[in-house]
């Protein structure tokens, strides 16, 4: 079975910084999805960002930024220039092919932006 | 965009009761889900379906049983609630899982 391990549990960041939120996985694939979905105080899950294990390319959606290290099975989320809004859980998901596979969740990283 | 919604955002019951958690997606979707999501454990799944009448058991099934008549919907029944099954729940629904998952704003239950 798959797992998915964030090692912070709580991380905080000044406004404008950079912060980077770590996940690692541990599965036999080769081919998978990765994912970071943000859940600020709203509970609305919102999905970030996401990979495909077969790309190289590192993905980006404005601010945020991944470093996806297959043979480690290490994907990790960055967050430039961070923003109050930022402050929320994040989590970070796995999922194997085929593509309707439920995601596999991590415990999340709750992280705080300070003014 | 596509919606799902829950029916309710905090509900209160007392131990017995059998619970039902109503969960609607406006947009077609195959795929829907229930999680379960607790403080230090994060999300985990109780059951999943990927079509009308169908429905397969995730990791933690126990105490829970699901119903899926119409596409659109997906209900997550309590059969007799316990304090344990306290927690937040979540729905989401996806046509390919491969784009994400689009989620619900969560059911807070507590149980009495």
């Known amino acids: 079975a798959q797992t998915v391990t964030q090692s912070q549990p709580e991380m905080s960041v000044q406004e404008a910084e950079t912060v980077t939120l770590s996940c690692t996985y541990d599965t036999s694939e080769n081919n998978y999805y990765l994912f970071w979905y943000k859940q600020p105080p709203s509970r609305q899950m919102i999905l970030v960002i996401r990979?495909?294990?077969?790309?190289?390319q590192n993905a980006t959606e404005n601010r945020f930024s991944v470093n996806f290290q297959k043979a480690a099975k290490s994907f990790s989320l960055k967050i430039s220039d961070s923003q109050l809004g930022d402050t929320a859980m994040y989590f970070c998901a796995f999922m194997r092919l085929p593509g309707n596979t439920p995601l596999v969740f991590g415990k999340g990283t709750r992280l705080s932006v300070i003014a | 965009d596509v919606k799902v919604t829950q029916s309710s955002r905090y509900l209160v019951k007392r131990t017995g009761e059998k619970v039902f958690l109503e969960c609607v997606q406006d947009?077609?979707?195959?795929?829907m889900f229930w999680y379960r999501q607790d403080p230090g454990l994060g999300l985990r799944l109780i059951y999943f379906?990927?079509?009308?009448?169908?429905?397969e058991k995730g990791d933690i099934p126990e105490g829970y049983s699901v119903s899926r008549e119409k596409k659109e919907r997906f209900s997550l029944i309590l059969e007799s609630a316990s304090t344990n099954q306290t927690s937040m729940y979540l729905c989401a629904s996806s046509l390919q899982g491969i784009y994400g998952y689009t989620f619900g704003s969560g059911t807070r239950l507590t149980v009495v």
């Open positions: 379906s990927y079509d009308v009448k169908m429905k």
């Open positions: 947009m077609d979707h195959e795929n």
């Open positions: 990979q495909e294990a077969y790309k190289q």
